[in-house]
């Protein structure tokens, strides 16, 4: 991944056809969205990318933060169970966000995939303060048989406890010696090359290391402890464990089940729950022996699952049956469940562990679900196709990637007025 501020990418910025390119990029990008599926249809490896703009520190700011607009009268201050989403503000400009991730320690991501190439960093203002490329030489890090520069496609990312080290999966490389690209549709990882993880470097924005995964990585996590990395892979059907201090892969554990995605962990650091989206389950996988066990079925499509502070229950979005699921983590059981839009996506949780915000793709709109009781309390509209959705506590404010070329924040500190 480099820091475009070099001669080369400056020079290209200023020949226009650069700039023709990336419209025309950005037209076929948005088509293919459009097409639906838990990823659209990505560009062809050989297609040109416009460059990003160049990268800076945190403390520098490359786009100024749009101005806060709610589009409601607010009340007092409140917990997050008695408070209200208002829209207050909109970010746009070279994003195709199919993720979007706070750290807790100022600093929040958009991973933009095969459509931008690139991952745009933020301050919780909103304010931009750095766009990163997905272009790396593996052969600065050792690795043999990719000669150049080669393409990543961020889709997720997982920072460390302490906020200093993102790390960034890609749905699929692009360069000499990697096999075609992986697609969703896949019901294996034969003939499709593994991916890379990123470790990123959230002050100077530089990669740090790759990490070869499995064939179609999607979603990342990093056990509280800090100690691992786990990535599954969408078409290997399998979980990646890496080494977080040594940048190695210590362990890949099949799922048992086809499209492993969404993963979350316990408080304690042993044990990995993933929802298997190309069924109705989630499975329990322990992570110092590597066994696997289903611990729930909650409907059609599970794609997403967090867990409470404590670590008691599990919320699952399942998005083939429109629903989010409370388990119990102790039995397994689903105790409650939320109708939903359609297409449920990803969901985020309060630090408090009172409220689940979920993005419904299928409706473009945003919903807020009490914990207690699993009550749908509150819905308010997104730009087109909402995916991505995190909270971010410094500001108390819900950020929502959508796919057709925005991030839609919204404040969650107040009463309605």
Known sequence: MYVDDDPVYKRRRLVALAVVIAVLLGLCALGRVLLGGDEAKPAAAAAPVAAAAPA????????????????????????????ELVRVQRITGGLTPKSVVASGQGLVLAQNMMYSHTVTAYRPDGARVATVSDTVDLSDFGVKGHPGRSKGAPVEVAFSPDGRTAWVSQYSMYGKGFAPEGADSCTSGAGISNSYLY??????????????????????????????VLVSNWCSMDLTVVDAAKGTV????????????????????????????????????????????????????????????????????????????????????????????????????????????????????????????????????????????????????????????????????????
């Not at 800076?56 to 408070?83: F, M």
């Not at 990669?207 to 179609?216: C, I, L, N, S, T």
């Open 56 to 83: 800076k520190k945190a403390t520098t700011v490359e786009q100024a933060a749009p101005p806060l607009r709610p589009q409601e009268e607010q009340g007092e201050p409140a917990g997050t169970a008695d408070t």
């Open 199 to 228: 470790e990123l470097d959230t002050s100077t924005f530089e990669v740090r290391r790759v990490v070869e995964v499995g064939a179609v990585p999607k979603y990342v996590a990093v056990t509280p402890d800090g100690r691992s």
């Open 250 to 417: 210590t362990r890949t554990i099949p799922t048992g089940g086809q499209h492993p995605r969404g993963i979350a962990v316990s408080p304690d650091s042993t044990t990995a729950y993933v929802a298997i989206m190309g069924s109705d389950r989630t499975v329990a996988v322990d992570l110092a022996k590597g066994s696997v066990r289903t611990l729930a079925e909650t409907g059609d499509k599970p794609r997403h699952v967090v867990i409470s502070p404590e670590g008691d229950y599990l919320y699952v979005t399942n998005s083939g049956a429109a629903t989010v699921s409370k388990v119990e983590v102790s039995s397994g059981k689903v105790v409650a469940e939320a109708k939903t839009a359609a297409d449920p996506r990803s969901t985020a949780i309060s630090p408090d562990g009172a409220a689940l915000y979920v993005v419904e793709y299928g409706a473009a709109r945003v919903s807020k679900i009490l914990t207690a009781d699993m009550e749908l309390v509150d819905s308010e509209p997104t730009d087109g196709l909402p995916i991505g959705v995190t909270y971010e506590p410094t500001t108390k404010r819900v950020w929502v990637a959508c796919y057709s070329g925005s991030i839609v924040v919204y404040d969650d500190s107040r009463r309605g007025a």
